[in-house]
């Protein structure tokens, strides 16, 4: 089994301004912005789902069993492998060496070096990655910036409905489609 956890990164593809404008909102209230800034955020990691690509540097870390199969990806390619370390069964750590442990093959995936080997009694192998499609905010095509806007509006206007807020809005996906990877 392969777990995944998502490192957010710490700046914001739209600001607060940007989404009180597209809504047409003009007094600030506090709680409200600490709303519309989580539905912008949930907003960013839905599309960013859905096109196969983080838009801003992430760092994710990675605890499988599977110790020997190539990983890949779930968003984007592979910037660097930033720490890694084994588990064995008694639950005890074994620190090695990201730049020695592993070799990321042409096609996205990594793999252990071919010279390198695990603590035979491993159970469990944790990475981190770095990976993304945009080098900063300014990057950001503004089709997908306006379709997280689309998508924030789409989840205030239907905040009281559960599966609403779970798939993309009208007219999202065809303003993000055209960056959508291609995994096959």
């Not at 709680?31 to 949930?42: E, S």
């Not at 907003?43 to 690509?53: C, D, F, K, P």
Request: charged share 25%.
């Amino acid at each position: 089994m392969t777990n995944y956890k998502v490192i957010i990164p710490s700046e914001d593809v739209v600001e607060l301004s940007e989404i009180r404008s597209y809504l047409k909102l003009s007094a600030s209230d506090e709680a409200q912005d600490k709303l519309l800034l989580l539905f912008a955020r949930a907003a960013t990691r839905l599309i960013e789902s859905y096109i196969g690509l983080a838009l801003l540097e992430q760092t994710i870390g990675v605890t499988t069993d599977d110790l020997f199969a190539p990983w890949s990806v779930p968003l984007g390619d592979v910037v660097s492998i930033t720490a890694a370390y084994t588990i064995d069964q008694y639950g005890s750590k074994t620190d090695l060496d990201p730049a020695t442990t592993f070799a990321v093959q042409s096609d996205g995936t990594f793999t252990l070096h071919s010279d390198k080997s695990l603590p035979s009694d491993a159970r469990q192998l944790y990475y981190a990655y770095v990976g993304y499609a945009f080098g900063s905010v300014d990057e950001v095509p503004s089709e997908i910036k306006i379709a997280i806007l689309r998508q924030t509006a789409w989840m205030h206007d239907h905040r009281d409905d559960s599966e609403a807020v779970q798939i993309l809005g009208p007219g999202v996906k065809q303003l993000v489609e055209s960056y959508k990877r291609d995994w096959l």
